[in-house]
């Protein structure tokens, strides 16, 4: 529909709009590469997100599918609503972990009573967002520094293949200490 080198000029009308719907701005210049990238980017986000995401909501002490949930609804609405490319939304080991220390003391976890607490949580905290959103206060994170931005997406992974690798290590020396002990009394070569 158009060329990726010309890009449509922005109405005022549609300015304005884009400021509370971002997808509006960048929408027309999705092209077939841009699409296919994105579908590329996005599958390879959900085979991490998604384990990550039940992983999270068993921390907290939820059920899994609220971790499904996590994991699949805000990326979606990011994606439509936010300002960032970079951005990255969903459920944190720090979060789930933080939620169960708080709120396990007042109810037991996995209970009805204990998901209520959790919604309400979370609920509250969407609100939040939203009131330091419509003022504007997303800008105090410049003041956060990269290397503490940057953690939250790239330390779960090494450490996953630390423990990965560990579990391996320790089946293959769980073999080997098997083969040795059936040869115990037998002359060694």
Known sequence: ???????????AGRRSLARVFP???????????TARADIIAGLSGAMLGLPQG????????LPPEYGLYAAMIPPALAALFGSSFHMVAGPTNAVA????ASLAP???????EYIRL???VTFLTGV????????????????ISHT????QVSVPQPSALALLSLGMLWAVASRIRGRCAGRTGARRR
């Open 23 to 33: 997808f509006l701005d960048w929408w027309p210049r999705v092209t077939r590469q």
């Open 118 to 120: 959790v919604l309400t």
């Open 97 to 100: 972990i933080l939620l169960f």
């Open 54 to 61: 039940v992983a999270f909501a068993i921390l907290a002490g």
């Open 1 to 11: 529909m158009f060329d990726s080198d010309d890009p449509p000029k922005p109405v």
């Open 148 to 151: 503490v931005l940057i953690s």
């Open 106 to 112: 007042i109810a037991p976890a996995g209970t009805p």
């Open 128 to 143: 939040f967002e939203l009131a330091m959103g419509i003022a504007r206060l997303g800008a105090l994170v410049n003041f």
